[in-house]
């Protein structure tokens, strides 16, 4: 029988812990997109899930069933080989996991105004207009609130998956697994996943205008959440991302 732990501190770094918090917020987006935004919910998706989609279409692979089925396969796999040691008390944990990822969210909410408030200043100085937005691309057009808020579920779900837990995850160990022996690994590792998040905003044809202000904050977001995928595991990443885009896109109202 799989031992399993009780300690809440341990649990939430848990594979397992972290694929029963993020299937329920999965379920939630893609259900979501089409009880909100009718027969047109490609129009809510954005970032990574948006990326992911277009590829998967490019190649003849239902956009549809073929996102949400390989983010699911990819999770399970992850939780069930890496099962030994689940939380005892799943429930505990994933209300606990909530509620971290709202704190880690306002945190970063904080953060954010005074980086802002540096960056609005550099712009007037260098006479560019003014931004204020979210990690992810905010439509112009308007959306019920609840449209929002499941739109901004789907970027903190996708975009954690690929920049934290496979690229960011990915570097840790591929540097661990050469022995390059450095004091700066992690941060090396956290700063190529955050410059390649930042960078991908910026991409494609819906990609946001090039603003050296905005790149250098997702950058600065993408090391924060790759320090709290570190320190506080996935699932809590993804919380905070998604609770972050929720506090900027429903109560500072950005504009791209």
Known sequence: MPSQTDNYWTATGHPWASVLFVLPLL???????????????????????????????????SALYGAPCILAFIL??????RRDGRPKDQIGVWVGMAGE?????????????????????????????????AL??????????????VSFFGAGIYEETLFRLLIFGGLVRLIAW????????????AFA???????????????????L??????????????????VRGFGIAVGAHAGYDVLVGLILQPQA
């Open 27 to 61: 379920a939630i987006y893609e259900i979501g997109l089409y009880t909100s935004s009718g027969d047109a919910p490609e129009q809510l998706r954005n970032g990574a899930d948006a990326w992911l989609r277009a590829g998967l279409d490019a190649i003849g692979i």
């Open 76 to 81: 399970l796999a992850w939780g069930l080989v």
């Open 101 to 133: 990822s709202v704190a880690f969210a306002l945190i970063l909410l904080a953060l954010s105004q005074g980086f802002w408030h540096l960056v609005l200043r550099a712009d007037n100085v260098l006479g560019q207009p003014n931004h204020r937005i």
């Open 136 to 149: 992810l691309q905010v439509s112009a057009a308007p959306e019920p609130m609840w449209g929002q808020v």
């Open 178 to 189: 050469v022995e390059w022996r450095s004091t700066f690994n992690l941060i090396l590792a």
């Open 193 to 211: 996943s955050a410059v390649l998040f930042a960078g991908a905003h910026h991409l494609g044809p819906n990609g946001d205008p090039f603003n």
């Open 213 to 230: 202000g905005i790149l250098a904050f997702r950058t600065f977001a993408g090391l924060y959440f790759a320090w709290v995928y570190y």
